[in-house]
């Protein structure tokens, strides 16, 4: 039981963070191991994130070498690290955040790592994976409750996806709402319960998630889902069309094969949604001069809110996004939507 108490260290540390969620919700977090994979710009602000916010330990997975493009866009690497790999490149700066975590680094592929690998965390983030492995682990870690989540950044556009198991238990902190007087000359407005805004209650919740499988394979040929094809936001057809280019190619649309690359995006834009059913008019023709490379503001953006719900679902503190989240970084704004299941 020692272990689940907070130390005078550790409450000066975390002293802003236990006013703004609990005490409780800080144990829970500092009791928690997470594995993230893939050190590029979205891992260096989720690193980042979850080291400040106080989880227990955090892995750094990711076997590939740093290069001028790899960091561009990611601060936890040093300037004179090309060739080094990017996991052990972050180590140092990464744990400078706070000496109060665990910080490893993993030099090993992802996809070399076997099933009991991913079952020690408490939740997995999977950035710059291909498609079946991203299932694949979803399914290994849905079978011991383990949260997952998946994200990734091309040029302006980002996503961050969620699967917290078919039950998820949380609380969250609701206004107060007071009954109403019952005195005779107060009339019958006085009856009607009233929200205090100044008193709080917490509220217990519970909520189900979908496989990432079954959101990555809606049936865009049924009724219901047509019927909601136009306020389906286009990042979602955007991600299907990168991550088979990611699958095909084993690799991202890259800048200095711009010509090439964009012709091929174009392929499998078509290629993709003739498969679902769709018109290729869903994406028109100039989404390809905006998904090279990672660009720093919007993984800044898309790392921050896939850190807080990494935090939220660990902490088992506030409504968490279910289950994708996209940010168009043309736009300005992003968009929460459910996939899959309900």
């Known amino acids: 039981m020692e272990d689940n108490i907070i130390s005078e260290e550790e409450a000066a540390q975390y002293d802003r963070q236990i006013r703004l969620w609990g005490l409780d919700a800080q144990k829970r977090l500092r009791g928690s191991r997470v594995l993230l994979v893939g050190l590029r710009g979205l891992g260096a602000e989720v690193a980042k994130n979850l ?19 790899s960091r561009r866009a990611q601060f936890l690497i040093p300037v004179d690290a090309d060739g080094q790999n990017q996991a052990q490149a972050s180590l140092e700066r990464a744990q400078l955040l706070n000496p109060m975590v665990e910080v490893k680094a993993d030099t090993d592929a992802v996809e070399s790592k076997p099933d009991d690998f991913f079952f020690q965390f408490d939740a997995v983030c999977l950035t710059r994976c291909s498609k079946d ?11 011991r409750n383990i949260k997952v989540f998946c994200g990734d950044v091309y040029g302006y556009h980002g996503y961050m996806f969620s699967d917290l198991g078919q039950e998820h238990h949380y609380v969250e902190e609701k206004p107060k709402v007071v009954k109403g007087s019952n005195e005779a000359n107060d009339g019958p407005e006085a009856k009607k319960p009233k929200v205090d805004p ?8 519970t909520i189900s998630f979908s496989s990432l499988k079954e959101a990555l394979e809606v049936d865009w040929t049924n009724e219901k889902a047509k019927s909601s094809l ?30 090439e690359d964009s012709q091929l995006l174009l392929q499998i834009r078509d290629d993709v949604l003739e498969t679902m059913g769709l018109s290729s008019e ?7 001069s905006y998904c090279f490379s990672e660009m720093a503001p919007v993984c800044a953006v898309v790392g921050g809110v896939l850190g807080q719900e990494i935090v939220k679902a660990l902490s088992q503190r506030d409504a968490p996004h279910r289950n994708f989240f996209f940010f168009d970084g043309l736009k300005g704004s992003g968009v929460v939507d459910y996939f899959g299941s309900k």
């Open 51 to 69: 080291i400040l916010a106080g989880v227990k330990g955090l892995t750094l997975l990711d076997h590939e070498q740093v290069t001028e493009e």
């Open 133 to 143: 492995l991203m299932v694949r682990v979803d399914q290994l870690c849905a079978s």
């Open 198 to 205: 100044n008193e709080t209650t917490m509220v217990k919740k």
């Open 230 to 259: 136009k306020r389906t936001p286009t990042d979602y057809f955007l991600l299907q069309v990168l991550l088979k280019f990611r699958t095909d190619k084993g690799r991202d649309p890259q800048p200095d094969s711009f010509a």
């Open 282 to 288: 869903l994406l028109p023709n100039t989404f390809v």
